[in-house]
């Protein structure tokens, strides 16, 4: 949009030129026709000179804002835990911090210190978590195994 500006500026210069030509009494003119030309030339290199000056600009602005964008979220929050340079994620730590050091709740179905899920502490969670897959997989494997009555009565005829 600048550019087209700086040419329009340009153009309106010429005409302005062109205009002053006409009128003899404002403004002593060049009294050559080389001088003019070379004005002309003049204002037309400046004013593409002076555009591509400003896409230059305009570029390494873009590539900063990218560079901005893609580096990491910086939190308004600082660390207590001795990572700064990590996101905050909650109580003061970051993700990790807060895993290990910041849950304090205890979990009521098992005896355990952390509570981790579904009231329960990681170990036990885990536990039963697998053992449910197990006996999910064992009863698909049955059935896979087990076709129905009906199939064998027409497999038999």
């Known amino acids: 949009m600048n550019i087209i500006n700086q040419l329009l500026a340009g153009a309106n210069l010429f005409r302005l030129n062109f205009q002053m030509c006409n009128n ?3 403004i002593p003119q060049p009294k050559e026709k080389e001088e003019q030309l ?3 030339q003049n204002t037309i290199f400046s004013n593409l000179f002076m555009a ?3 896409k230059t600009a305009q570029q390494s602005q873009t590539q900063q804002a990218q560079v901005i964008q893609k580096s990491k979220k910086i939190s ?3 660390n207590n835990c001795g990572h700064p340079e990590k996101e905050h994620y909650a109580k003061g730590m970051c993700n ?3 895993h290990k050091y910041g849950r304090t709740k205890k979990p009521w179905i098992c005896g355990h210190d952390k509570l981790y899920a579904q009231g329960l502490c990681q170990n036990c969670y885990i536990n039963k978590y697998n053992q449910k897959r197990r006996e999910q997989g064992d009863n698909d494997i049955l059935k896979q195994e087990d076709p129905n009555p009906q199939q064998l009565e027409q ?3």
């Open 24 to 26: 003899k009494n404002a």
């Open 52 to 54: 591509s000056q400003m």
């Open 76 to 78: 308004k929050r600082n």
């Open 155 to 157: 497999q038999q005829s």
């Open 38 to 40: 070379n004005l002309l």
């Open 96 to 98: 990790n911090c807060y």
